[in-house]
């Protein structure tokens, strides 16, 4: 798992997990397996996106105009209202037209729905940006030096689950022709013990 999955994951455990699982209607257990696989295929999509030079500008940009940090300050508080911080914005941005294959892939890799999913992802990817904020801070991360970073955590993804990480990366991307959303059906179903 990469460190920015596994910082997000332990910031949540516990009253963050529960919340979240209260406001797509899923169990806490189906929550937290689904986000430790969706964090690192945003993680994926935005070491995707940032190696080239005007996506690691416009990442480096976003971060440094709309995502310090602060969102961690108070998870509860966002986890409220989590529409305010424009998930979805996000998201179109670090996805693009791959959304709507991740959100299949994920609706049948998890046992949530596509709705559940969605919600997921946009409450998930308003936290990655803010703790990707809060480490271009801490770190003074350039354009280039955010790149590199997050580049680095796709590799460790990689190394922790490659079958999975090679399937979501193979999702990413996909040219819609089906093959590769069924490696990830496969790999999710594993993952989640087949429980779709």
Same mark, same amino acid.
């Given at each position: 798992?990469?460190?920015?999955?596994?910082?997000?994951?332990?910031?949540?455990?516990?009253?963050?997990?529960?919340?979240?699982?209260?406001?797509?209607?899923?169990?806490?257990?189906?929550?937290?397996?689904?986000?430790?696989?969706?964090?690192?295929?945003?993680?994926?999509?935005?070491?995707?996106?940032?190696?080239?030079?005007?996506?690691?500008?416009?990442?480096?940009?976003?971060?440094?105009?709309?995502?310090?940090?602060?969102?961690?300050?108070?998870?509860?508080?966002?986890?409220?209202?989590?529409?305010?911080?424009?998930?979805?914005?996000?998201?179109?941005?670090?996805?693009?037209?791959?959304?709507?294959?991740?959100?299949?892939?994920?609706?049948? !890799?998890?046992?949530?729905?596509?709705?559940?999913?969605? $919600?997921?992802? +946009?409450?998930?990817? &308003?936290? @990655? *940006? #803010?703790? /990707?904020?809060?480490?271009?801070?801490?770190?003074?991360?350039?354009?280039? !030096?955010?790149?590199?970073?997050?580049?680095?955590?796709? $590799?460790?993804? +990689?190394?922790?689950? &490659?079958? @999975? *990480? #090679?399937? /979501?990366?193979?999702?990413?991307?996909?040219?819609?022709?089906?093959?590769?959303?069924?490696?990830?059906?496969?790999?999710?179903?594993?993952?989640?013990?087949?429980?779709?």
């Amino acid at each position: 798992m990469d460190a920015l999955t596994q910082q997000l994951i332990q910031q949540l455990a516990g009253e963050g997990i529960t919340q979240i699982s209260r406001k797509i209607g899923a169990d806490e257990q189906t929550t937290k397996a689904a986000l430790s696989t969706a964090l690192p295929l945003l993680v994926s999509a935005l070491a995707k996106n940032t190696s080239k030079t005007e996506g690691a500008q416009s990442l480096n940009q976003a971060l440094t105009k709309d995502h310090d940090g602060s969102i961690l300050n108070d998870v509860p508080g966002f986890l409220e209202n989590p529409e305010a911080a424009n998930g979805a914005g996000i998201l179109e941005h670090v996805l693009g037209s791959q959304q709507s294959t991740v959100n299949k892939g994920l609706t049948k !890799g998890t046992g949530l729905n596509s709705e559940q999913v969605d $919600q997921l992802l +946009q409450i998930g990817a &308003p936290l @990655l *940006m #803010g703790l /990707l904020g809060q480490q271009q801070q801490q770190k003074g991360f350039d354009p280039n !030096g955010l790149s590199t970073y997050l580049g680095g955590q796709q $590799q460790k993804a +990689q190394e922790s689950d &490659p079958d @999975l *990480m #090679g399937a /979501l990366n193979t999702l990413l991307d996909a040219d819609k022709d089906g093959t590769a959303l069924d490696d990830v059906i496969g790999m999710a179903a594993k993952l989640f013990g087949n429980k779709s």
